[in-house]
């Protein structure tokens, strides 16, 4: 019975989002826009709900504001939304090669390495994203009179330890 339960636990604990870079199943992505603006996405692997994307988008906001070493960050824009992504598990999609035995423009499928059409629907699945355009600053008074509200100004290190603490996650 022990054994069933840490086979439930192990299968469930796969299923859900690691706070890791994306790799194309989910995750966190970021990078500079310009100088101290940066961008930061987090997209779900599958049954996240929105509240959890919006929080761990925010929780990479505030890492890359500290990495940067300051300590206030503005959210300047917000993107919310779905998008698609592999499914986790699901075989390599086929790839689209020309066939060189039919004459025309005909094609056919095969699931050997090389040119790739896209993903196909059958491969891929709904995703919810948070995308976040972030200003990075030193003090919270240039952060909050660049602020077009004061509901945007964060202070990373409370960010950080509060998600953080949410989601048991190391900052």
């Given amino acids: 019975m022990r054994l069933l339960t840490l086979l439930a636990a192990l299968l469930l604990a796969a299923c859900a989002t690691p706070y890791s870079r994306d790799t194309g199943y989910g995750g966190y992505q970021d990078g500079p826009v310009e100088k101290n603006l940066y961008r930061v996405a987090f997209t779900d692997s599958g049954g996240m709900k929105d509240e959890e994307v919006r929080d761990l988008a925010l929780y990479r906001a505030a890492q890359v504001c500290r990495d940067h070493g300051k300590a206030w960050f503005v959210v300047v824009r917000r993107n919310e ?91």
Avoid at 112 to 132: C, F, H, K, M, N
């Fill in 81 to 171: 939304g779905t998008t698609r992504r592999l499914q986790v598990g699901a075989p390599e999609p086929p790839v689209f090669y020309p066939n060189p035995y039919v004459a025309g423009p005909r094609t056919s499928w095969t699931s050997q390495p090389g040119w790739y059409s896209g993903i196909p629907e059958s491969y891929a699945a709904p995703a919810r994203y948070t995308e976040l355009y972030i200003r990075v600053y030193s003090t919270r008074a240039a952060a909050a009179e660049a602020a077009p509200q004061e509901s945007s100004v964060h202070a990373a290190d409370e960010v950080l330890s509060r998600v953080g603490a949410q989601y048991k996650l190391s900052p």
